[in-house]
């Protein structure tokens, strides 16, 4: 009788914080569940046992999730689906009239339809099978390799075919045509002003005559030239660029040996390479040398200011870029500045620690996004929102990976905090919700150990909740403008 009355008081006692919850205006129960309203947008959150689901509305979007399992986001007014399976691994996307599946980034599948009417559908096996079927004709393609294909705007080529590969592939980018024959040895080339061919590495020569084009602005402008060769590839190479401009480059190459380069902007000699280099830059104005290159070097003159002893350290500058390093990689600085844009970025061991600012020198607006592998990420937008994610074991190895932090990052992030200055609110969650504070300009709420203990603070003073009966304090407490 007593073992089995004692059962009884665990049970109910177990399923306490679940009644306390179900009783009160908002659902809180700490790791069982708790809903709460967004911090950082308009809309609300439930999330239940911990971070094994939960799902946000905000405007028209849902999102819901089972981390790391399923995820799945959807935007009615935009036309806009997202699915996620254990991403990377599998994932759907659609916006309007294409969607696309993928998985693991090699097999895909999916279809859209143009503005114009054009119906397509395509699967694709990275590289070796490409298909599509559209309703005009001549953008259809099929590819499978290494027996016959022909494929469009993949590989970066507008147009490839091929017959029982390597032994031939044709290729097209722009105007320009090549033939392969045993790809990568043979090849012949033609087609916009370019003629050429190779038998790799042995010999090769490729030539392009200048050419003239209209430009957006209705201005005749040069297309420059360029007549390259090699024999015994990378040993012996000739190659001439701009040509048809005021600044012909030529450059000679005998490699290890020496590797001169002269045009009228710009001088470049290097002996028994990497042991010396010398750069003579006319157009941005400095004198460089290295000693070997690049571990050593150092570089003065208005366009750049430079002292490398790699990897121990070394800081250049010049009109609007700045990079430091000590103990590469231990420490490493970088910044562009321009009356546009200011970004700078310091790290350390890659990214162990890192420290982005991206700023608008104009008007002062900037974001910054701190990271500490695997301790937390902080970050804040445009708005001036932040949020902090501690520990955080992916985001920084990817930064700003949507699809990291809405399916992964629930499971490790054990501390979240959220401040949004527009709405002057916050939010603290510890142990997904087993303490959790929400602060707003009206009130202030406070909930602990699956909500058995709860607190709210507004204009009336602050009120006391424990478990489930209220207990206000006999003197009631002002609201504090939080």
């Known amino acids: 009788m007593i073992r089995r009355r004692l059962q009884c008081w665990l049970f109910a006692l177990g399923c306490w914080p679940l009644a306390v919850a179900l009783g009160s205006d908002l659902f809180e129960a700490g790791f069982l569940g708790h809903s709460f309203p ?71 599948f999916g279809g859209a339809s143009t503005v114009d009417g054009e119906v397509k559908s395509k699967a694709n096996i990275w590289p070796l099978f490409f298909y599509q079927n559209s309703s005009q004709p001549t953008n259809s393609y099929f590819w499978l390799l290494p027996f016959y294909g022909r494929v469009q705007n993949h590989l970066f080529r507008d147009e490839l075919r091929t017959v029982a590969f390597p032994f031939y592939l044709w290729s097209r980018k722009g105007e320009v045509e090549t033939d392969n024959y045993l790809f990568p040895f043979f090849h012949l080339r033609h087609g916009g002003s370019v003629n050429g061919w190779q038998l790799f590495p042995l010999v090769g020569r490729e030539y392009k005559f200048p050419t003239t084009r209209t430009n957006v602005a209705d201005e005749v402008e040069v297309v420059p030239g360029y007549n390259r060769s090699f024999v015994l590839w990378p040993f012996f190479t000739t190659d001439d660029n ?37 750069t003579d830059d006319r157009e941005k104005g400095f004198h460089e040398w290295g000693m070997p290159y690049p571990f050593i070097g150092w570089a003065r003159g208005p366009g750049k200011h430079a002292n490398r002893f790699w990897p121990i350290w070394g800081k250049a500058t010049n009109s609007i870029q700045q990079s430091d390093f000590v103990l590469w990689p231990v420490y490493t600085h970088n910044r562009v500045h321009t009356p546009a844009l200011d970004r700078e970025r310091t790290r350390s061991l890659f990214f162990a620690y890192s420290d982005s600012r991206v700023a608008d020198p104009q008007t002062g607006i900037s974001t910054r996004r701190v990271a500490l592998w695997p301790f937390f990420t902080w970050q804040r937008d445009l708005s001036g929102r932040i949020r902090l994610n501690a520990l955080s074991i992916v985001e920084p190895l990817v930064p700003n990976n949507k699809s990291v932090e809405r399916s992964w990052a629930p499971l490790w992030s054990i501390y979240r905090r959220e401040v949004n200055p527009k709405t002057s609110a916050s939010s603290d969650s510890l142990l997904w919700n087993l303490w959790r504070r929400d602060v707003n300009p009206a009130e202030r709420r406070t909930s602990l150990l699956f909500g058995l203990v709860r607190t709210r603070q507004d204009a009336s003073g602050r009120h006391w909740r424990w478990f489930g009966f209220p207990f206000d304090r006999a003197s009631h407490e002002p609201a504090k403008t939080p």
């Open 38 to 108: 967004l911090t950082l947008e308009s809309g609300n959150r439930q999330e239940y046992l911990g971070p094994l689901y939960y799902r946000q509305e905000s405007g028209d979007s849902v999102l819901w999730s089972m981390p790391p399992f399923f995820t799945w986001y959807g935007n009615p007014s935009l036309e806009e689906v997202e699915y996620e399976s254990l991403y990377p691994l599998l994932t759907y996307r659609r916006f309007g009239t294409e969607s696309r599946w993928q998985f693991l980034q090699l097999f895909s």
């Open 242 to 278: 701009n040509l048809g401009t005021t600044n012909v480059e030529r450059l000679r190459i005998s490699f290890p040996f020496y590797s001169i380069q002269r045009s009228p902007a710009r001088d470049n000699t290097t002996l028994l390479w990497p042991f010396f280099t010398y």
